[in-house]
């Protein structure tokens, strides 16, 4: 009896063992692949970084020059995006939570934002360009601004919705017995102990729709000049980072990589911001 008890936990424990080793091993190469991207973007991007690349516009080819106006226009598109974005995500985020546990329209909503949440951001640009570019005969940065919103909403709207459902019923039920409506316990209670997780949630849509291309490349694409008409085709990083990589010029190619750099340090201090600067317990 023994015997074929320990014939069948040295069967476990090999099977257990083999599953660490391969586990480790799929994390070791991931790992790999990542430093080798990082590595290879930090060696080509430290060399492009001068005060030319954030002091001067897009040069000719083999002139001195910065991506000064892809950079303005990316603050711009997403800035607006997010404050577009950021209220309707939440308030839906709110809907969702309070109003909708047993409601039709909030379950075809929960599903229409989990589709758009997987949706291919090439897709929404082409829904975009069918909306705004085509119907008005040219491209604009408003036209790029509704892309890269109608991308960070769904985001905004899932992480409050989730983070909502964390707060505990004590909580809201002591809230009620004092007698409080329940949109003031929805937006001073229920709401004010999850900002936190609210606004990291916005942090990472920020992080996500600043470095999209393919959406913008069918709306804002791209402007060589410094423009702050955000009713003309604007200069943005994620285009301006594409074109240049695919020119034939040296210097060009050398932007690129500055751009990328710029853009790599941008989403990761806002993924290090929404992890550690607005941590807080969750609600027990």
């Known amino acids: ?165 964390l707060v505990p019923n004590s909580l809201l039920e002591a809230a009620f017995a004092l007698g409080a409506p329940r949109w003031k316990v929805s937006m001073t209670v229920r709401l004010r102990a999850v900002k936190a997780g609210v606004v990291t949630g916005v942090l990472l849509a920020v992080a996500r729709i600043a470095g999209e291309t393919a959406p913008l490349l069918f709306t804002a694409l791209n402007n060589q000049f410094f423009s702050l008409d955000m009713k003309q085709p604007m200069a943005n990083l994620p285009v301006a980072i594409y074109l240049f990589a695919m020119s034939s010029y040296e210097d060009w190619r050398s932007l690129a990589w500055g751009a990328a750099l710029l853009v790599t340090f941008s989403v990761l201090l806002l993924n290090i911001l929404s992890r550690t600067a607005f941590r807080q317990k969750t609600p027990q």
């Open 1 to 165: 009896m023994d015997a074929v008890v320990n014939a069948v936990y040295r069967r476990r424990l090999l099977g257990h063992r083999v599953g660490i080793a391969l586990s480790v091993l799929a994390m070791a190469i991931g790992l790999g692949f990542l430093l080798w991207i990082l590595t290879t973007l930090l060696i080509n991007g430290f060399g492009a970084l001068s005060h030319t690349l954030f002091m001067m516009d897009t040069p000719a080819p083999g002139s001195p020059g910065g991506v000064r106006n892809a950079i303005v226009g990316s603050l711009m598109m997403v800035g607006l995006s997010t404050a577009i974005s950021t209220p309707v995500g939440i308030l839906a985020g709110i809907y969702l939570a309070e109003y909708g546990q047993n409601n039709k329209f909030a379950a075809v909503t929960r599903f229409v934002t989990d589709i758009m949440l997987s949706a291919p951001s090439i897709v929404i640009g082409l829904f975009v360009y069918a909306l705004c570019v085509a119907r008005f005969q040219h491209f604009s940065g408003y036209a790029g601004t509704v892309a890269l919103s109608l991308i960070a909403i769904p985001v905004v709207v899932r992480t409050t919705d989730n983070m909502l459902h």
